[in-house]
């Protein structure tokens, strides 16, 4: 993949899987501009990779345009979004409810999607096209018990990203979502004892999977990151239409 000279803005880049994707596009030859809260992570990388990290909290509609304006303003342009920070909700239902956590967990996973692709469109669109990549989650195709309200989320991001992908496929802007199993990140603290022994992929795997999404002519689509499984398009079963 030749991608010398594309610039791509990566949220929750300074580590986990927003880090391993940004070392990846660096070794092939991208300008990466790293956004997150973690200035000290954020900063260390971004001078290893020869890039730029910009302080984002992507519950921030501004901070989001002000990463895509130093993105611009440093490299000359935008090709890639790659709309990567999560967190864990860390709540439950019913007595376990707290309003302040899932409040967060919503604001991260989903309004920092919704602000970051209304960030990115307007830098795409001055490059003749680009690629927007949100990571979703498995727990937006299946049931996830131990976490519900974090399923909610990654499903409403698998929603938005299936029909944005051909609201902007004439403009040449490719909008796909990563749906990662359980991967090696924060996330994960506080679930391991829930999770047992299930396998848990490492970030590398993630990246991979990127690259291959990045790679592809498809929009619109949600594509299983599991252990041992081919890295492919999920396949919807058809919605039934109406009866005359």
């Known amino acids: ?41 954020g900063e260390k990388l971004a001078a290893e990779l020869g890039g730029l ?86 727990a937006g195709l299946t049931p996830m018990p131990i976490d519900p309200l974090y399923a909610a989320n990654k499903t409403a991001v698998v929603g938005l990203i299936r029909s944005l992908g051909p609201a902007y496929e004439g403009e040449n802007i490719k909008v796909n979502a990563l749906c990662p199993s359980f991967a090696e990140t924060a996330i994960l603290d506080g679930l391991r004892e829930a999770l047992g022994s299930f396998p848990i992929l490492d970030v590398e795997t993630v990246a991979d999977a990127f690259l291959k999404i990045l790679d592809s002519d498809l929009v619109g689509q949600a594509w299983p990151v599991v252990p041992g499984r081919d890295i492919e398009p999920f396949r919807f079963r058809g919605v039934p239409g109406p009866r005359s």
């Open 1 to 41: 993949m030749e991608l010398h000279g594309k610039v791509a803005w990566i949220t929750g880049g300074a580590a986990g899987i927003g880090a391993a994707v940004a070392r990846r596009l660096a070794g092939l030859g991208a300008h990466v501009v790293l956004a997150d809260v973690d200035t000290a992570g």
């Open 53 to 138: 990290f910009v302080r984002c909290d992507v519950r921030e509609p501004a901070e989001s345009v002000k990463a895509v304006e130093a993105a611009v303003a440093r490299f000359g342009g935008l090709d890639i979004a790659f709309l990567n920070a999560g967190v864990a909700t860390g709540s439950g239902m019913g007595e376990f409810f707290d309003v302040e956590r899932y409040r967060r967990a919503m604001s991260i996973n989903l309004d920092g999607v919704v602000y970051g692709v209304n960030a990115a469109l307007p830098a795409l669109r001055a490059r003749g096209g680009g690629q927007i990549i949100a990571t979703a989650s498995m």
